[in-house]
């Protein structure tokens, strides 16, 4: 058996900021987690997420607020859980 690269693609997310005005779009994890970096850093409030269809407020601290909504990107978390053997 050969092993290929697979391209796995996932929906892209949208940042907002606190006019609402779209600042970009994030198409995987690691770009969101750099936005949420810098939000972290700059100490900036009032930006969102919108992750199909679905809106998450990020917190100056970098965190994004989930309470009670989908799982932004499962596709990490999905493959984790497999190579952990869950």
């Known amino acids: 058996m050969i092993v290929k690269i697979n391209r796995i693609v996932e929906p892209p997310s949208y940042i907002f900021d606190a006019n609402g005005f779209l600042v970009g779009t994030c198409n995987n994890y ?50 984790m859980e497999i190579i952990m053997g869950f």
């Open 30 to 79: 690691l770009e969101l987690n750099d936005v949420c970096i810098q939000i972290m850093k700059l100490g900036v409030e009032g930006y969102t997420l919108e992750y199909e269809g679905n809106l998450y407020p990020i917190e100056k601290n970098g965190r994004i607020y989930y309470k009670g909504k989908p799982e932004i990107y499962p596709t990490y978390g999905h493959q």
